[in-house]
């Protein structure tokens, strides 16, 4: 609806209604402002379900990128039975689904009943909490860099491991799109030993300057 669009992102970034479903806002005539504009469930529409994607795409283009390498939208393009943006998303008012929603949400398509990957949906929580944990070590870390720094120890290794931990966590939230749990969570283990080297070189050095 129009108070949905109103409150949202896309309003504060001036994304109008004709960028998404088309039509004419200079015309004045009805039947000309609403030119090639249909109801979201009509194959021409530009918000037709399957064509949800690369509308989002036109914006989003990371995001898509990875969405066309998942199994979800080989689905949805395929079979026209997978999620587009929207079923986790929504439309207007947009969000971000967070770990406490995730597990309810895959579970709508992935649970015990359709015996459709019935773990997806207690794996993607913890890879999302995880994600969480992980931004916290860092943050907990570089707090830690800056008080050596102040005291005169050298970091520089320590800052080393932490900055390619962050840009490794940066690039896993990334990839969130391509739904690929399994190798995120591989990732995710990298990535928190790297925190963990950055803490221990750190306190090597913090030790050797005793």
């Known amino acids: ?29 009805k039947g000309s402002a609403h030119q090639g504009v249909y109801g979201a469930m009509n194959p021409r529409s530009t918000v037709y379900y399957t064509k949800i994607p690369g509308l989002c795409g036109q ?21 026209g039975t997978g999620p587009d943006c929207i079923a986790c998303h929504d439309a ?4 971000v689904i967070g770990a406490a929603a995730i597990a309810k ?3 709508v398509c992935h649970n015990p009943g359709n015996r459709n990957l019935p773990e997806v949906g207690a794996l993607a929580r913890d890879i999302l909490s995880r994600m969480a944990g992980i931004d916290w070590k860092i943050a907990q870390v570089r707090e830690k860099l800056k008080v050596a720094g102040r005291q005169g120890v050298n970091q520089s ?13 940066r690039d896993c939230k990334a990839n969130w799109h391509t739904f690929q749990l399994q190798r995120m969570a ?15 070189s750190l306190e090597d050095h913090k030790a050797g300057a005793q």
């Open 157 to 169: 290794k320590a800052s080393g491991f932490l900055n390619l931990a962050s840009r490794e966590l």
């Open 105 to 107: 949400l895959c579970g």
């Open 186 to 200: 591989a990732r995710l283990d990298g990535v928190d030993s790297l925190v963990q080297k950055a803490l221990d």
């Open 59 to 79: 914006c989003h283009k990371r995001e898509f990128l990875d969405f066309q390498s998942s199994s979800h939208y080989r689905s949805l393009i395929s079979q």
């Open 92 to 95: 207007m008012a947009t969000k």
């Open 1 to 29: 609806s129009h108070a949905d669009w109103e409150g949202s992102i896309h309003a504060r970034l001036h994304v109008a209604c004709e960028d998404c479903h088309a039509g004419n806002p200079r015309e004045v005539d």
